[in-house]
């Protein structure tokens, strides 16, 4: 089973990762979506933050950065 298999639509520990420039993307924002800490290779790319959010699932909750989070990662949605 891949990770993307491991984790269902209702699975409540989904989360999706905004970040800012990463490697892969220059100049541009992705939002990642990860399942029980493990990326589950679904993605949304965006010129801006606002485009990311935009294409994010309706009925997300953001979460505020922590200071321990990566200086890329823009936001946090559960």
Known sequence: MNETQACSEEDDVSMWLIFEEPPAFPNQ???RRYCSCMET??????????????????????????????????????
């Open 41 to 78: 290779g679904e993605f949304v790319v965006g010129d801006t933050l606002a485009d990311v959010r935009a294409k994010l699932p309706p009925g997300l909750m953001r979460l505020e950065r922590s200071s321990h989070d990566e200086p890329s990662l823009r936001e946090s949605w559960l």
């Open 29 to 31: 924002y992705v939002a």
